[in-house]
Structures are given as C-alpha cells and as structure tokens.
C-alpha cells in the first residue's frame, strides 16, 4: 500500500485536550495532546458548543505536520455515549452524528469525536469510523440479572482498551481473536474486569458502579449498608454519588488517587497504606477469578493492562491470586489512539466488518 493510502488521522477528545494522531496503517507517526485551557473554554457552555472550536485545532494539528484531509485513508474518532453496540468499528453516519449532537445517551466530551473525524472526512469523500464506544455490550442472557427486576446489570466497560490488548495477545500467540478465550484486567482509575469469549465481551464488573474498589471507585458496598447511608441525612444525592464513583476506593481510604505514592507509604511503613492496597489487589484477584468461572475455566490468559499495570507491585500480587488459573500477561498502559488505528486499519483492510449504526 502506498503512502497516500494508508494514513489514518485518529482524534480523541477530552474534557480539557482533544489527542490526535496520524498513524500509517497502524504505525505511529505522531501523537500530540492539545490542551484546552479554561480561558480557552471560557465562552462554551456545553461540549456541542466547542466543535467548531476543536476541529479548528485538529486542522492546525495536520496543518503542522504538511498533510491535508485528502491524502488520508480515514479519520477515526472515540465512540462516544451511544445506544448499546457489539464490538468493533462503526462507519460514522447520520444517525449516530444526530444521537452524538443530541446527547440522546448522554452528554460527555467522547461525544465530539466522531463528529470532528466525520466533519474533516466527508470533504475528501473519505471514509470516518468510529471504535468499540463505551456503549458495547455484549453480555450474555445470565449476566444481564441482578437480584431485582427494576436493577437490571449493565455493561459499562473500557471497550476500547480492554478489546485492543485482546487482539494484540491473539496477535502475539498467534491465535484467531474468535478463538481467543481470556479475561482482561483494565486497571486505571475505573476498573473494568472482562471476560472474552471467542471474541465476545459477555460480563463485566461495571466499571463505576460494581468489583474491585480502585483508586477512585468504590466498587461493590454492603447493600442494607448502603441503603441505610443514603437515607441517613449525611450526604445529598449528587454527594453520595460522586463518592462512590470518584472520591471512593484509594481516595477515601488514603486520601490520593495516586497508586505510586500510596505504595510509596506503604513501602515507608505506613500501615493503613499497606492493609487498603493488599484489600484492592485482594478484590482484583478474586473478580478474575469470577470471571474465569464465566469461561468455566477455559481460559487461554489473563491480561492485565491499563495505567496501574505499570506497579510491579501489584502485578506480583494479583499474579499470586490468579496464575493458577491461566498464564498472566502484562501490556501496561492505555495507548486509545493506537487502538483507534488499529480497529480503523483492520477495517479497511478487510479483516473486520465495518459496522452501520
């Protein structure tokens, strides 16, 4: 394939930066972050608002680099918040454009990327494509039942980086994706524990709201407790969520979100570090294991990823629980622009259906 048909321009926005790439197929060229100061949102009363405002950058970011929108393959933007989708690469087409504009899922920065990607495609009649939103679901019929009807369990789950790390190990084991059978450990400051069934994303945690505490996530509470919390007059609505989903986990026990200074007190001696650390990668442990019972054990690894997957620490410790069950991989980190490339490039070159909205 030639130069001029195999750049893809990749775009992901945030509520303070829009991060753009340009790969070729699915080597990276460049990366860069543009930052959005508060001045520089000052005048924006939504997200929807700044999209004229970030696809000027973006311009400027290909501007920078010497290429314009015609000598590109594709764009590819983040999914955004969207009706529930299976897995994969979706053509961005007016009805997903008028759900993102609307905010009819949601409203959230993500909810711009596929706007900007169709927005610097369409001129250059060239395709814009979006990759696994954080809508995917996947679940199988069992997994959909908590306890009470009106509570329903729903798949919220960091898609993107949990299903790029499963291609890169079917990759580098030589398997088939569809014959890949692994749980994948996303561990940022969400945690998303996922088992992968021949392809298929069937369970998950819920990332905000259920598994492990993380460093800023409660995870699963003692439910009569928890009750008993939202009615005691100590907290208001909009509090007790933001507790549970933000100020939760690392942060409400230790104060920090930050795994590298609460291993550094731990490793000080500090006892409360040391206990509250060993309870995380403790509840880690144990949701693989879970979720290796959703593959009745037939699982080929597990892969344990995102930023935390740095901490030699907690590798080591969650391997202790798990390596039993399966190998234990480790790809840290959380590179969302690669994985935009790599699901956009597989799309054009065949190896993956380009899915409609």
């Given at each position: ?31 860069e ?7 520089d ?8 608002d700044?999209l ?12 920078r ?7 590109l ?9 969207l ?22 899922y ?19 009649g ?8 954080v ?14 009807p ?8 960091h ?22 059978n ?37 995870g ?13 007059g100590?907290?208001?609505?909009a ?9 939760g ?11 590298r ?5 731990a490793?000080d ?24 019972a ?7 690894a597990i ?10 620490r907690?590798v080591?410790?969650v ?24 699901g956009?490039w597989r799309?054009l ?9």
């Amino acid at each position: 394939m030639s130069f001029a048909n195999n750049l893809l321009l990749a775009v992901n926005p945030g509520s303070t930066s829009t991060k753009v790439a340009l790969y070729e197929g699915a080597i990276v060229r460049v990366e860069e972050s543009l930052h959005h100061s508060t001045a520089d949102l000052q005048g924006f009363d939504h997200y929807q608002d700044q999209l004229e405002f970030r696809i000027t950058l973006v311009e400027g970011f290909l501007t920078r680099q010497g290429v314009s929108a015609r000598e590109l393959a594709a764009t590819v933007g983040r999914g955004g918040l969207l009706k529930p989708l299976r897995s994969g690469t979706y053509r961005v087409n007016t009805d997903m454009l008028n759900d993102l504009r609307l905010g009819v899922y949601g409203v959230h920065a993500s909810n711009l990327g596929g706007q900007i990607a169709f927005a610097l495609a369409d001129p250059s009649g060239i395709p814009a494509f979006i990759v696994d939103p954080v809508s995917v679901d996947e679940f199988c019929d069992q997994a959909r039942f908590s306890g009470l009807p009106d509570l329903p369990r729903q798949s919220m789950v960091h898609a993107l980086n949990t299903r790029a790390i499963a291609h890169r190990h079917a990759s580098a084991v030589n398997l088939s994706f569809d014959e890949l059978n692994v749980v994948v450990a996303h561990l940022g400051g969400g945690l998303s524990i996922v088992p992968i069934c021949q392809g298929r994303m069937i369970d998950v945690n819920n990332a905000n709201q259920a598994g492990p505490m993380s460093p800023e996530r409660a995870g699963s509470l003692p439910s009569y407790d928890l009750v008993r919390l939202c009615f005691s007059g100590k907290y208001t609505e909009a509090q007790l969520l933001k507790l549970i989903a933000g100020n939760g986990g690392l942060t409400a026990h230790l104060g920090t979100n930050d795994l590298r200074l609460a291993e550094e007190r731990a490793a000080d001696g500090e006892d409360i570090a040391d206990r509250v650390l060993e309870a995380m990668y403790y509840q880690i442990g144990k949701e693989i294991g879970a979720m290796a019972a959703v593959l009745q054990g037939k699982c080929n690894a597990i892969l344990l990823t995102g930023g935390m997957a740095f901490s030699n620490r907690l590798v080591a410790k969650v391997s202790e629980y798990v390596s039993w069950i399966a190998p234990v991989y480790c790809y840290p980190g959380e590179e969302e622009l690669r994985a935009l490339c790599e699901g956009a490039w597989r799309a054009l070159q065949g190896l993956e259906k380009v899915n409609e909205y």
